[in-house]
């Protein structure tokens, strides 16, 4: 282990989604305020090898990085907040973990030992909670252990932490996150349930350095002497995280109770400079009071669960604070929306965003979306799917090609406006096979997306199987939509335009996995910008 970095592991008790995720980041942003190189790392106990193959409705959206790794939402937070990439190495799974074990096994690494989960799998989790240490460009990672304490699952994540609690001791600290429940009954707040929680860790070998304490309502002072004693932590590491209005005051509300400070001297580190959260505070200070506010309707196949498209609507929040503006989200289901209802649906709509997405399920409402969007000139936003869809419906209504398709769900079209690349069709394995991670892209100069990035080359991350066929640009051009983007190697088209339309732009890659609060991406705010625009027209 390289000397220098210092590692906390945040685990959780008594129930999932208490938003580790967000106090792992609301913290490191905070140790980076200080000066320290922070990143953040997510272990997660299920078998997957990673969540590219993962239904949305399982754990949300899945998160690509410039890399091209599949990762879990929470790396989406981390880089919104800390504006920093993270890579394969911050998000490893059980399966990984397993996976790597059974390949030395094959080749013989293990000498003729009998493989077992200690010390064989513990070594391999340590291994990855410290590669990123190797790097040797932070001085702090924070690594999250997904699940909960007390789940079969994470047993050997816990196992792996005692034992680097044990070997390191001055390097490292494990803050624990709990509920403290309130019972209106007995108009109370409870502390059991967080005894009861850091007694599970205790049994695991495991005394937690600090306690995040969620809570509804104000943490007393006799509380958190209760907790203290109860949980053998001091009284200043006793936290309150309290439901905050947005994910964004969290760093602020972790700041006043001192979190960062409280880290910083267990793990016996010294404040670097005064913290400065400035940019971080005019962030909120313009979120909470926007000057004006636009509608945008986002047509997508699993607006029921939000998380599916979080770093859509996390863009969103950000690209609004760069206009000054509200932005209302109308989650509008792909599959509801016919040619019957589709006035009535997206009436009083400033832009149209359509989803990214896999397979048939709701696609021909996003085809009606486009169409509504393109002929009533509403800005339009097409990812992925959402622009694959754009081309669909411009070959079929102003090309004149009724059956034209992605390969995807009409192998058949006589127009494959959108068909699969050469290298993808030997493929069969759907793990982590797809074109995926960062390419660069040369814009066509003063088209939208090169005066939104005011820059003609950009590079932006991917996660698809299917392209633009290239055999119809020329008619596509002809007829209006240009490609402004296209891969500089393989001539690849990324963007597509409306020249003859106030803002319609369609982009094969993901631009929401790029936003964060330091740089609200481009695409985004001009989606926004147009949006405004539309409205006030
Ligand atoms: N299903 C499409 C493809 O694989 C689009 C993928 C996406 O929207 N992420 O090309």
């Given at each position: 282990m390289s000397n220098s970095t210092k590692y906390v592991f945040?685990?959780?008790?008594?129930?999932?989604?208490?938003?580790?995720?967000?106090?792992?980041?609301?913290?490191?942003?905070?140790?980076?305020?200080?000066?320290?190189?922070?990143?953040?790392?997510?272990l997660d106990p299920y078998i997957n090898i990673d969540p590219g193959t993962l239904n949305p409705y399982e754990h949300g959206e899945c998160?690509?990085?410039?890399?091209?790794?599949?990762?879990?939402?929470?790396?989406?937070?981390?880089?919104?907040?800390?504006?920093?990439?993270?890579?394969?190495?911050?998000?490893?799974?059980?399966?990984?973990?397993?996976?790597?074990?059974?390949?030395?096994?094959?080749?013989?690494?293990?000498?003729?030992?009998?493989v077992q989960v200690i010390p064989h799998i513990t070594d391999e989790i340590k291994d990855r909670i410290q590669l990123l240490a190797k790097k040797g460009t932070y001085d702090i990672v924070i690594t999250e252990i997904g699940g909960t304490v007390g789940d079969i699952e994470s047993l050997p994540y816990v196992e792996a932490v005692r034992q680097m609690l044990w070997e390191y001791e001055n390097d490292c600290i494990v803050i624990h996150l709990t509920l403290v429940p309130y019972l209106a009954a007995a108009g109370e707040?409870?502390?059991?349930?967080?005894?009861?929680?850091?007694?599970?860790?205790?049994?695991?070998?495991?005394?937690?350095?600090?306690?995040?304490?969620?809570?509804?309502?104000?943490?007393?002072?006799?509380l958190r002497q209760k907790i203290a004693k109860f949980c053998n932590v001091n009284i200043n590491a006793v936290i309150e995280s309290r439901d905050a209005e947005t994910i964004y005051d969290v760093p602020l509300l972790m700041q006043a109770e001192e979190l960062d400070k409280v880290v910083l001297e267990k793990l016996g580190l010294s404040s670097k400079s005064t913290p400065n959260l400035d940019i971080w505070k005019r962030f909120i200070e313009r979120l909470k009071n926007p000057k004006t506010e636009v509608n945008i309707g986002l047509v997508g196949k699993y607006v029921e669960l939000k998380d599916a498209y979080k770093s859509i609507s996390e863009s969103f929040i950000h690209a609004g604070v760069a206009n000054e503006a509200r932005v209302n989200v109308k989650w509008i289901h792909s599959e509801k929306l016919t040619a019957a209802n589709i006035e009535e649906?997206?009436?009083?709509?400033?832009?149209?965003?359509?989803?990214?997405?896999?397979?048939?399920?709701?696609?021909?409402?996003?085809?009606?979306?486009?169409?509504?969007?393109?002929?009533?000139?509403?800005?339009?936003?097409?990812?992925?799917?959402?622009?694959?869809?754009?081309?669909?419906?411009?070959?079929?209504?102003?090309?004149?090609?009724?059956d034209a398709h992605t390969t995807e769900i009409a192998e058949d079209s006589t127009h494959p406006v959108i068909s699969m690349m050469e290298e993808q069709k030997a493929i069969s394995n759907m793990g982590g096979t797809m074109r995926l991670g960062a390419f660069k892209c040369q814009l066509?100069?003063?088209?939208?997306?090169?005066?939104?990035?005011?820059?003609?080359?950009?590079?932006?991350?991917?996660?698809?199987?299917?392209?633009?066929n290239s055999a119809y640009?020329?008619?596509?051009?002809?007829?209006?939509?240009?490609?402004?983007?296209?891969?500089?190697?393989?001539?690849?088209?990324?963007v597509v335009e409306i020249e003859d339309h106030p803002w319609f732009v369609g982009a094969q890659f993901h631009p929401e996995y790029k936003s964060t609060v330091a740089t609200p991406h481009p695409l985004f705010v001009a989606f926004i910008k147009a949006a405004i625009t539309h409205k006030t027209n």
């Open positions: 945040v685990t959780g008790g008594v129930t999932s989604s208490l938003g580790k995720g967000i106090i792992s980041a609301s913290l490191a942003k905070l140790l980076q305020a200080r000066g320290y190189s922070t990143t953040i790392q997510k998160f690509v990085t410039d890399d091209g790794a599949e990762t879990d939402l929470d790396l989406g937070h981390y880089e919104r907040f800390l504006n920093v990439p993270t890579s394969q190495a911050n998000n490893v799974t059980t399966g990984r973990i397993y996976q790597a074990v059974i390949e030395k096994e094959r080749r013989g690494e293990f000498l003729g030992k009998t707040l409870k502390t059991k349930p967080t005894q009861h929680s850091v007694k599970q860790l205790l049994e695991l070998g495991v005394q937690p350095d600090i306690l995040c304490c969620r809570t509804e309502h104000e943490l007393d002072l006799n649906e997206l009436a009083g709509l400033d832009g149209i965003l359509v989803a990214p997405g896999f397979g048939s399920r709701g696609i021909s409402g996003k085809i009606e979306a486009v169409r509504y969007a393109r002929e009533k000139k509403v800005p339009f936003f097409g990812i992925c799917l959402g622009m694959q869809c754009a081309v669909i419906e411009f070959a079929r209504h102003v090309l004149g090609y009724p066509k100069p003063e088209s939208k997306s090169a005066l939104a990035y005011n820059s003609d080359r950009i590079t932006e991350r991917h996660r698809h199987r299917f392209e633009f640009t020329k008619e596509f051009e002809n007829a209006g939509m240009i490609a402004t983007g296209k891969n500089p190697e393989t001539g690849l088209i990324e």
